[in-house]
Structures are given as structure tokens and as C-alpha cells.
Nanobody
Framework: QVQLEESGGGLVQAGGSLRLSCVAS????????MGWFRQAPGEEREFVAS??????????ADSVKGRFTISRANAKNMVMVSLEMNSLKPEDTAVYYC????????????WGQGTQVTVSS
């Protein structure tokens, strides 16, 4: 089983920055794709960014390209995944979730509990 725990959310003014972190543990995770999703009130959960096991492949939602950066650091039986968020906008306000899945799968199998990000105008 894989456990994920996010941290780093909070309240920030528009134009500011936040860094989210996710620690995933439980097994060797270097062959897991890791990602971030977010869900705003009344909205469906949406993809934000993902990163492959080696860290060389990254994808971003169009809404965050150029402002957010995903990275990861692999270690034995754990990985830390970060999401650096710059030039934040009020529409970035949401609960942000860390997720993980095997590189061979298209569905996301493991999820964290989420961390709240609120951007004030």
C-alpha cells in the first residue's frame, strides 16, 4: 500500500507564491507517476501537473503552464513530490491533492487527503 501526505497549503495574496509538498511512502516508487490535482468548491477535480518516475517527463494543465513547476526526489521506499506555485491567482483557490500510480496505468490509484490553497484578490 502507498501512503501520501500533503503539506504546504495556506492563504496567500494574488501574485504570491506557495510550495506544496507530498511525501509518498510504502514501497519503491521510482516507477510511479506522481501528480497534483485540485478541486475548487462546486467543481470537479481537475489535473494540475504530473511527473514520471525519473522526473524527466512533466505535464501541466494549460491553466498553470509557466506558473507552476512540479519536481520529485526519489529515495528508498519513498518519494517527495513538490509543486512550486508562482503568480497565484484567485482562481487557483482549491484543495490540492497529491496522487500516484504505476507508469503503466492510466488511472490514478493512490491519493492524499488534500491541502487547502486560498488565494485572495
Amino acid at each position: 500500500q502507498v501512503q501520501l501526505e500533503e503539506s504546504g497549503g495556506g492563504l496567500v495574496q494574488a501574485g504570491g507564491s506557495l510550495r506544496l509538498s507530498c511525501v509518498a511512502s510504502g514501497r519503491t516508487l521510482s516507477n510511479y507517476r506522481m501528480g497534483w490535482f485540485r478541486q475548487a468548491p462546486g467543481e470537479e477535480r481537475e489535473f494540475v501537473a504530473s511527473i514520471t518516475g525519473s522526473g524527466t517527463g512533466k505535464r501541466y494543465a494549460d491553466s498553470v503552464k509557466g506558473r507552476f513547476t512540479i519536481s520529485r526526489a526519489n529515495a528508498k521506499n519513498m518519494v517527495m513530490v513538490s509543486l512550486e506555485m508562482n503568480s497565484l491567482k484567485p482562481e487557483d483557490t482549491a484543495v490540492y491533492y497529491c496522487a500516484g500510480t504505476l507508469l503503466s496505468r492510466s488511472d490514478w490509484d493512490y491519493w492524499g487527503q488534500g491541502t487547502q490553497v486560498t488565494v485572495s484578490s
